[in-house]
């Protein structure tokens, strides 16, 4: 996405300025604050994607001396090459609601105790975006008007998101169009949008496992009327909630239906029905009850979780069924989508004290006990520790627990054992909750760089994990769901982070409990909000990753991801590097990193149709005369091989002297010391996210991937030209050295 920026004198002068309201666009990442430090902004968009996949920018809508009153914006159809046409039902717009923060999220109290003195970082009290309004209502037939028309007050700014869904059966190249604001019935401004569609497709199918917890047990206190909800109509509530998340690209953390166990007169388990569960999962695995057909990537099963007892069941008991449950799950080709997800973080210290460790191993004994299916099945929410070491199969730590950034160095594994742990069979999940304290990626709302929830999917696929958690998105609090988006009660003033467990708010407020969203919206289905739209983004760029590397291209896209993203975070303390920051300050680095992925996918995709964006090699403007001379060398004497090699004298009248050893490292380092299993010594309180698996509110255990590239002096020329012969020695060829020396010249540049 490029946009040009302009002066607030420049705005000044932009069509509709006349009539009070003055309108530019900013990329989809920028968060606006009304604080007066909102940019300026750009008088066009430009836009790109691939096939499948969602972009979006938002408008800045700034009213002059007097309100600006009956304010809506449309998009008009995007015409592309041959006239193919992207409608306009495209597009989606949206609302930015502000929330007025007063309790800003704290930075931590334990390493960063300089936090107020990096701004760019630090959280402050104001007015934040964050719930999405839609212009028209999604969930209804009608489509009747509910974010839209709406009024700017004099010398207050609104902002409009719009979200665009490129169809995934265009032809690629650009697009062209625009987006109007009308303020009281007449056309205030008109933005011209060029839209660029990439020549691949966003695959449908979902290659990151995400568990984000969510439950349909809340929605009654929210949706509903006097009389309460039909059946009917509260299963239409439910199923636009799981369709409008699924859109965002997420599963939730557990999908599971009642499986009645049978038993004989003895009281052993002889068998199971799974009627209704598999009518429940059967749709949601194959994708059949989704819009889009994909399925769900990754489930936890809700069953037989290790740490939290039998189910009421005898020891044997609790074996049969996990046995009888995993030969069903594997008969329907769904076990390798499943996990277990075993007793939440059992390395905090109330957990620890409460025997979590050996609760969990005792549970992962029972599973395997007349089965090994379940094996590579295990999640825990937690880094890898030697008191778990072959009972756990998914590691999941929070992103301040990952290496030895933000704690002391050695308190948790990061990279070399991950990697090795990997190479293993194992897999390497993530989370953020409240640990994640300023300079560390996160889902804040009153954080003011507004791709952080974005941006942290990038340091997931470069630390090479599969999947992401969340613990809940709907953890709302009662008296007001809207507006009270911190829960200092359970938390504390150390703990509680504004948005917290928060990704959607309830569309409505006519429910049992008479509250929930503003007057004037009713909807049945959630509001979603812009961090979620960061989060769908995120897991966008992942796949776009994962693709790239499935085409032989993961050296470029590291490359690339190494220009915004270094670490997760840091402490914000004098060891704090302003000038090196473990991730990028700058969107327009982030977004330029994303295109370039792009344009070498479809460039290997398409190679007769689009350029690689890595430079190729340059032609010598000045070539020497071609000659047939060859001159024969002793290989031994200079390369100290037995081997006959053949070239040319250069200008010098000598061959390449000398040759590398050929060793590189573009990995990451330093082994990182494994902890010694000691648990965390300070707690958070525990919390339940609703409908599925446990999920607490993080302990103070924030940490980071510590390890960073060997940086190197660059190479000379004259080894690089040894280089290159080396390796053509090492494949026992015979190298002729002709003066056609732009070729050779250009295999050398092409190495760098």
């Known amino acids: 996405m490029r946009f ?28 606006v604050l009304k604080d007066g430090t909102a940019p300026a902004g750009s008088p066009s968009v430009s836009i790109e994607g691939a096939r499948n996949e969602y972009e979006a920018f938002q408008l800045i809508l700034r009213a002059g001396a007097a309100p600006s009153v009956d304010v809506t914006a449309d998009m008009s159809d995007l015409v592309g090459p041959g006239g193919t046409v992207i409608p306009s039902s495209a597009a989606t717009l949206y609302l930015e609601y502000y929330v007025d923060i007063t309790f800003p999220s704290p930075c931590d109290i334990f390493f960063s105790y ?42 207050d700014l609104q902002t409009v998101f719009v979200d665009v869904h490129i169809p995934p059966d265009v032809a690629a190249g ?17 933005l011209p949008i060029v839209l660029t569609v990439w020549d691949f497709d966003m695959p449908v199918e979902r290659h990151v496992g995400t568990a984000y917890g969510f439950g349909h047990g809340s929605l009654d206190g929210f949706h509903g009327a006097p009389g309460g909800l039909t059946t009917e109509e509260r299963e239409a509530i439910f199923r636009n909630y799981d369709f409008e998340i699924h859109r965002h690209r997420l599963d939730y953390t557990t999908y599971s239906a009642p499986v009645p166990f049978e038993y004989d007169d003895q009281g052993n ?13 059967g749709p949601r695995m194959s994708g059949s009850y989704y819009p889009d057909g994909a399925g769900v990537a990754r489930f936890n099963v809700g069953m037989f979780s290790p740490g939290h007892g039998t189910m009421g069941m005898t020891d044997a008991q609790f074996s049969t069924a996990a046995k009888i449950v995993a030969l069903h799950l594997q008969g329907k080709g769904w076990l390798d989508n499943a996990y277990l997800y075993s007793l939440d973080e059992p390395w905090l210290l109330q957990n620890w004290r409460n025997g979590s460790y050996d609760a969990i191993k005792n549970g992962v004994d029972l599973l395997n006990s007349q089965t090994d299916l379940w094996s590579g099945h295990v999640l825990v929410t937690g880094p890898w520790q030697p008191v778990l070491d072959g009972y756990v199969d998914i590691y999941c730590p929070v992103t301040p627990m990952y290496g030895d950034v933000f704690w002391p160095p050695g308190s948790w594994p990061g990279p070399a054992k991950y990697a090795d742990l990997l190479a293993q069979g194992r897999e390497l999940w993530f989370y953020v909750c409240n640990a994640n304290f300023p300079g560390q990626l996160g889902y804040d709302v009153d954080a003011r760089l507004g791709y952080e929830p974005r941006l942290v999917k990038w340091g997931a696929w470069s630390e090479g994990a599969t999947g992401f958690l969340y613990w809940s998105i709907q953890y709302w609090q009662s008296q007001d769901p809207w ?48 961090r979620l739209k960061q989060v769908r983004d995120g897991l966008e760029d992942w796949e776009m990753f994962i693709l790239a590397a499935s085409l032989g291209q993961e050296e470029w896209t590291r490359t690339q991801v190494s220009r915004a993203y270094s670490a997760f975070g840091a402490a914000l303390n004098e060891t704090f590097d302003y000038s090196n920051p473990p991730w990028t300050l700058d969107e327009a680095v982030m977004l330029d990193s994303r295109r370039q992925v792009a ?69 990451k380092p330093a082994p990182d010391a494994a902890p010694d299993g000691s648990s965390g010594d300070v707690a958070s309180g ?10 607490s509110g993080c302990a103070a255990s924030p940490g980071l991937p510590a390890s960073s590239p060997t940086n190197s002096a660059a190479t000379p020329e004259a080894a690089l030209e040894a280089a290159l012969l080396a390796a053509l020695v090492a494949a026992s060829l015979t190298v002729v050295r002709t003066r056609t020396f732009g070729k050779y010249l250009g295999a050398r540049r092409s190495l760098r």
């Open 599 to 667: 344009l070498k996918i479809q460039h290997v995709l398409h190679p007769d149709s689009w350029p690689d964006p890595e430079p190729g090699p340059v032609p010598d403007p000045h070539p020497e005369p071609e000659s047939d001379v060859v001159e024969q060398f002793d290989a031994a004497e200079v390369l100290g091989a037995d081997v006959a090699v053949t070239c040319m004298p250069d200008t010098a009248g000598a061959c390449p002297p000398g040759t590398p050893d050929g060793s590189s490292d573009h990995g």
């Open 114 to 155: 300089d936090c107020d003195k990096y701004p760019a970082y630090s959280r402050t009290p104001g007015w934040y975006p964050d719930a999405l309004i839609p212009f028209l209502d999604p969930y209804s037939q009608e489509h009747s008007a509910v974010g839209a028309p709406f009024d700017v007050p004099a010398g």
């Open 174 to 190: 650009e697009y062209s169009g625009t987006v109007s604001i009308f303020a009281g019935g007449t056309v205030a401004s008109e």
């Open 483 to 530: 507006h009270v988006l911190i829960n200092l009660p359970q938390f504390g003033d150390q703990f509680s982070r504004q948005g917290d467990g928060i990704l959607i708010y309830p569309g409505g407020h006519s429910g049992s409990l008479g509250t929930g969203s503003p007057e004037g919206v009713e909807l049945d289905g959630p509001v979603v909000s812009f």
């Open 686 to 695: 525990d919390t339940s996210a609703t409908g599925g698996n446990s999920g």
């Open 269 to 281: 388990l002889i068998g199971a029905d799974f009627a209704e569960y598999d009518a429940f999962m």
């Open 4 to 31: 040009t920026s302009l002066s607030l004198a420049a705005i000044l002068m932009l069509p509709g300025v006349a009539l009070g309201l003055s309108v530019t666009a900013v990329p989809s990442t920028t968060k």
